[in-house]
């Protein structure tokens, strides 16, 4: 069965970090794009951060350009978000999904699993 299973979440105050891991069960995450979203109540799912197989990655929140940082630790078949300089807008549930394109892309419907999300709330 595949299985992705994010951690790494929690209470943080604002300028903190926090790394968010996303591990596979059932299939190596090297062989797929792997896309970090971020959904806040009442807000539509909005994509965060990708990884591609061999194409680099992308970041696609404007205030996250400089704090968010994405990588693959292939040896623990993980995919890691580096999160700094938290601020209370990035209160969200992150989820990391996973998509056999070679490619990055930040619309939810290109990729094929899900993991359950963990919360991430920055509050003082």
């Known amino acids: 069965q595949l299985q992705l299973v994010e951690s790494g979440g929690g209470l943080v105050q604002p300028g903190g970090s926090l790394r968010l891991s996303c591990a596979a069960s059932g299939f190596t995450l090297d062989s797929y794009s792997i896309g970090w979203f971020r959904q806040a109540p009442g807000k539509e799912r909005e994509g965060v951060s990708c990884?591609?197989?061999?194409?680099?990655?992308?970041n696609y929140v404007d205030s996250g350009k400089g704090r968010f940082t994405i990588s693959r630790d292939n040896a623990k078949n993980t995919v890691n978000l580096q999160i700094n300089s938290l601020k209370p807008e990035d209160t969200a549930i992150y989820y990391c999904a996973a998509s056999s394109v070679d490619g990055c892309s930040k619309r939810t419907t290109e990729y094929n699993y899900w993991g359950q999300g963990t919360q991430v709330t920055v509050s003082s």
């Open positions: 990884i591609s197989i061999t194409r680099g990655t992308s």
